[in-house]
């Protein structure tokens, strides 16, 4: 069941949204040669609790981290840990809040200072797949419409959908109903209503689209070790459209 959500509800979720926002534009600036990725969790955690929320993911089926930190061939699920970031390097933050039990969920690729065309480019097509799927977000469309929006994007560019892992609704729960696959055909699966609440989030390989689960249980990485990268939004279905809610005010 697909749960549309109310004002106050709502209005919840903006604070949220605005929470997590906020959080990765504080961390754009620490995402540097040198940093390790538990300093950018330390990060993170701290700005969220001191904004009277929580992170979603801390504890979340055993999840250690406060946030998802996946760098180069890594997609989703990476660990915080005492890795330091390199020049070159890229890196996947997926940040998540939970504010009077509503929660904000959004992911975002950066670049380590100077990094290749290739991945450049990569960064710039996964970026524009996400806000080409929330163009087709709107009442009435049909949800697997953004999902061969985001589809077409990659594939034109000679990129690959990962398959195995997909957005979803949110609300009081990180994870409801429905499943969003990043590919699919358009004029497809259930019509939008105003007050969903979805997070849209392709993730894209620039090799194969196979990847695989590392031995801790959580790292998602590129079988063919190639480059990643994941972007995310979480955003309601107006009555003429939609509102990113995971957005800053800044």
């Known amino acids: 069941m697909i749960i549309c959500k109310s004002e106050l509800e709502l209005d919840l979720m903006r604070e949220a949204g605005r929470i997590v926002a906020e959080t990765h534009r504080l961390l754009s600036k620490a995402i540097q040669p040198g940093v390790t990725t538990k300093e950018l969790d330390r990060i993170a955690e701290q ?37 330091k970031l390199k020049e070159g390097d890229i890196i996947s933050v997926d940040i998540g809040a939970q504010y009077q039990g509503y929660h904000g969920d959004s992911a975002w690729t950066y670049p380590v200072g100077s990094i290749s065309s290739s991945a450049q480019k990569l960064l710039e097509v996964t970026e ?16 697997f419409t953004i999902s061969h929006a985001i589809q077409r994007t990659v594939e034109e560019e000679g990129f690959s959908i990962v398959r195995e892992y997909v957005g979803h609704g949110i609300g009081a729960s990180l994870h409801e109903e429905p499943q969003i696959p990043n590919f699919g055909l358009p004029n497809r699966g259930p019509r939008l209503k105003p007050g969903m609440v979805l997070a849209i989030e392709p993730m894209v390989n620039i090799g194969e689209r196979y990847v695989k689960t590392l031995d801790d249980d959580w790292t998602v990485v590129t079988v063919d070790g190639s480059l990643c990268a994941h972007f995310e939004h979480t955003i309601a279905i107006t009555d003429d459209g939609y509102e990113i809610l995971t957005k800053s005010e800044m």
């Open 128 to 143: 524009k797949a996400l806000y080409d799927g929330l163009a087709e977000a709107k009442p009435d469309a049909r949800l």
């Open 47 to 83: 700005f969220i609790r001191s904004h009277g929320a929580t992170p979603s993911f801390k504890g979340y089926n055993g999840f250690s981290g406060s946030i998802c930190a996946s760098v180069n061939e890594e997609l989703v699920h990476g660990i915080p840990g005492p890795r």
